[in-house]
């Protein structure tokens, strides 16, 4: 192989297949994006004299430069864990304004509720900050 400098033996890569090319839809610009929600939603929660911190929780998986799945966050935690001063505790789980809130994600939030945090689902500023004011 090019690595090792050895030959690869014939017939070893004939069962092997180019990987498929992702194909992605054109965008429409006019759609609002989860991620432009979110940086508005954090950044007027930074600016609300209430807030006394504002965390980012993120998900997911990558693979390290050896070749291995990494996976990092809990599935279901919402985008937002909000400190507010005085103590009291917030999460918000941001959706664009056609997102779903998964099964996961709904069981997160009840049990978060269930412990006395204020916690929904904001698809915009003003609902996000109804969400920590109590009002959601």
Not at 11 to 28: E, T, Y
Not at 31 to 43: M, N, Q, T
Not at 104 to 111: D, G, I, T
Request: charged content about 25%; proline content about 6%; aromatic content about 2%.
């Amino acid at each position: 192989s090019a690595m090792s400098g050895k030959p690869i033996p014939a017939g070893i890569l004939s069962n092997v297949q180019p990987a498929k090319a992702r194909i992605r839809k054109p965008s429409d610009p006019t759609r609002v994006r989860e991620r432009d929600v979110l940086r508005a939603i954090v950044a007027a929660l930074r600016a609300h004299p209430k807030v006394a911190s504002v965390v980012r929780r993120s998900v997911g998986t990558f693979q390290d430069g050896a070749g291995h799945w990494i996976s990092y966050g809990v599935r279901g935690e919402p985008d937002l864990d909000i400190t507010l001063h005085g103590g009291m505790r917030a999460m918000v789980e941001v959706k664009s304004p056609t997102g779903r809130v998964s099964v996961v994600q709904a069981q997160r939030m009840e049990q978060a509720r269930a412990i006395g945090v204020r916690c929904g689902v904001a698809r915009n500023v003003e609902q996000a900050i109804a969400i920590i004011e109590g009002r959601a």
